[in-house]
Structures are given as C-alpha cells and as structure tokens.
C-alpha cells in the first residue's frame, strides 16, 4: 500500500499548496507580509531573463519531488 502521508510526501504537497496559494492570489501576498504593500514583489536576485523567484521555487519543488518519488 502507498502511504500518501509520509513525511516527505506531506512536504511535497505543502509546497505545492503554497505555491498554488501565492500564484492565484491576486497581488503580492509576500509584499504585503515584508513591506506591508501588496503592490512590492520581493526579488531574491535580479532577473535576468527569466524570473528567478520562479526559478529557485521550482528547482525546489522538483528536488523534492524527485526524491519523494523515485520509482515514478
């Protein structure tokens, strides 16, 4: 039997909760925790021809999934 509650597998499925959260949330709910301004985006690094928020979040998700599920 597949045990979908592991540890692990719980956050792979956070971290897509969150990224789901924060995506179709109109506006910047991380602006608006930081800089108390929903219209700031907090950058990590500069962008450079892509935007490297996404980039570092779904090079995350990716390891995570990756590990989780190997056999897949």
């Known amino acids: 039997m597949i045990n979908y509650f592991s540890k692990y597998k719980f956050i792979f499925y956070l971290c897509n909760l969150i990224l789901i959260i924060l995506y179709l949330f109109p506006g910047s709910l991380l ?8 219209s700031l985006q907090p950058q990590i690094t500069p962008d450079f021809i892509i935007s490297t928020n996404h980039l ?17």
Do not use: E, H, Q, R
Not at 31 to 38: A, T
């Open 56 to 72: 570092y979040a779904y090079i995350v998700l990716s390891v995570i999934g990756f590990f989780n599920f190997p056999k897949k």
């Open 31 to 38: 602006g608006w925790f930081l800089y108390n301004d929903l």
